[in-house]
C-alpha cells in the first residue's frame, strides 16, 4: 500500500455525491469487470454497512453498474447506468445485509460471464474514492488497482511462482509487489503481481503456458488514489516526507518554506507524481465550474431536497443587504452551488470527500474574486489544503462513515482555513494553527443524511465549514494560537469518530435524519 498524496484528498474528480459511495464503489466494480474478462450478463451486489442503508441516495447502486460497463468516476452517464445495462442485457440485482463486517462501506460482487464463468469479489470503498479488494473467489486478498497488477490463479506447486516472474522480467518489467494467497496446501492459490511500467499480453500468454497455471489476467492501473504505507526505511531521495505536523513544521523552518512549498516538493519526491502542479491546476478548473455553473443554471438534485440555493443566495445579497461581508457572502454561496452540482450527480472534485466539497473551493474563489489573488496562486495554496488533509486521513479518517461529519465538511473546512493563512501571507505555524481551531470547532459532527442523501443537511453544513474557515484564518492571522497542537487535535478527532454511535455515521439512522420531517420526505421518496 502505497503513501496518500495531494490528489488522495484534493480528489479525485468525480460524478457525485459521494466520494466513497460512488467513487469508491464505481472502482471496486470496474475491478471486478476487469477480472471476470468476458462480456457480463448478470451481476448481483450484496450491500453491507452503510452501503446497505444508503445505497440510494447515494447513487451507489448506479455507480456499481456504471463499473461493470466499464465507466470511470467521471463519467456523466453514471446517472443513466441501470438503462445502459437495460440496453445491454445486463441483468443486475441488489440484496442489503445486515452482517457485520470490518467496513462500514463494503460490497460483495457475483459477476457471471456469457461463457458462464462466474467472478465473485468483496471489496472496501475505505473513503475518497479509494477501495481494497479482500477478496477474490473465495481467496483472500489486498488488491487496490494502484499498478499494473497481474492476477494469476494455480496450483500450489513448486515452480510456479518463479516461472511467472520470469515471464515478467524478461519483457523488461519491474515487480513491485509479489504476494501469493492460497485456499490450502497443494490446492488452488492465487499470485498478484504489481508492476511499475506496463505488462504485453505476450507476458501473459508466456505465463499460462505452465501447466501449474489456470488463468492469467492482467489488470491496467485505475486511477484508485494511493495508500497508505507505514514502511519507516524511506531511501534517501524520499526525505521530503512528513507523517505529523511537527514534522512538516520542522520540515518548513529548515528550508524556509511555506507549507504548500514543502508538500509540493513531497509530492515531487515521495509520489512521484507527473507535472503535480498541472494537475492542481487541473482540479482547480473543475471546481471553479462546479461552483459557479449553478448560479447560472440551477438543477434539481437527484433526491429533489435541495436545488437553486446558491442562486437564490445570491440574488438576495445582490443589492447590498448581505449580512456577512463580500469575502463570506461570497463563499457561503459557492459552498451551497458545489453542493447543489454534487448532489445532481455533476462533475466535481473531491475535498477531501464529495459530502465535504464546497468549503475548500467556497473559500478559495471569494478570495480570489475579492483580493485579487491569480490562479498560479490559488492553484499554490491548494497544496497547503492537500497537507493538512494529508495528515488527517493518515493518522485519522476523512470517511463519514468511520468519523461522522467532523472527518468530511470538519477536515474541508480545516483545509479551507490553512489555505486562506497562507495565501494571506501567514506562517506555517499559523495555518496549522487555524487548521487546528477549525477542526476543534466541529469536533464531535455527527453524520445523518436526511433519506441517506448527500444534501440535507450536507449542503448547508458546507456553507458553515466556510464561515469556520475564514473565523479560524483570520484569528490566526492575529496571532491567537490554538492551545491545542494540531497534531493531538488530529488524535482526538479519532478518538472521537471511534466513539460517535453507528447511528450517526452516514447510516441514516440517527439525528436530523430521524425527525418526523425527515421520515415523511422518505416515505414520500419510497412511494
Known sequence: MRRLGSFDIIGPTMIGPSSSHTAGALRIALMAKKIAGDRIVKADFTLYGSFAKTYRGHGTDKALIAGILGMEASDEAIRNAP???RQAGVAVTFTTSDIAVSHPNTVGIKLETGTGEITTLLGESIGGGAFIVRNINDVDVELTGEYNTILVRQRDAPGILAHIAHCVAIQGVNIATTRMYREKRNGSAYTVLETDQPVSQAAIEAIRTSEGVVSATLIEATSNPTLLDDDPGLPPSEDADFTSGAELLAHCLTHGATISEEMLAR????????????????????????ITEPLVNPTRSMGGLIGGEARQLANWQAPGRSLCGPILSKATVYALAALETNASMGVIVAAPTAG??????????????????SDEQVVQAMFCAAAVGYLVARNATVSGAEGGC?????????????????????SPE??????????????GLVCDPVCGLVEVPCQKRNAMGVANALVCAEMALAGLDNLIPFDETVEALQRVGSAIPHELRETALGGLAVTPTACTLCARQAG
Open 83 to 85: 438503462e445502459r445495462a
Open 406 to 426: 467532523q472527518a468530511e465538511v470538519g477536515v474541508g473546512s480545516a483545509m479551507a482555513s490553512a489555505a486562506a493563512v497562507e495565501l494571506m501571507g501567514g
Open 356 to 373: 465535504g466539497s464546497g468549503s475548500l473551493p467556497g473559500v478559495l474563489a471569494a478570495l480570489q474574486d475579492t483580493q485579487g489573488f
Open 267 to 290: 509530492e515531487c519526491a515521495v509520489i512521484s507524481t507527473p507535472d503535480p502542479h498541472a494537475l492542481m491546476a487541473d482540479a482547480w478548473a473543475v471546481m471553479r465550474h462546479a
Open 430 to 443: 499559523q495555518c496549522l494553527s487555524a487548521a487546528s481551531t477549525s477542526l476543534s470547532n466541529i469536533l
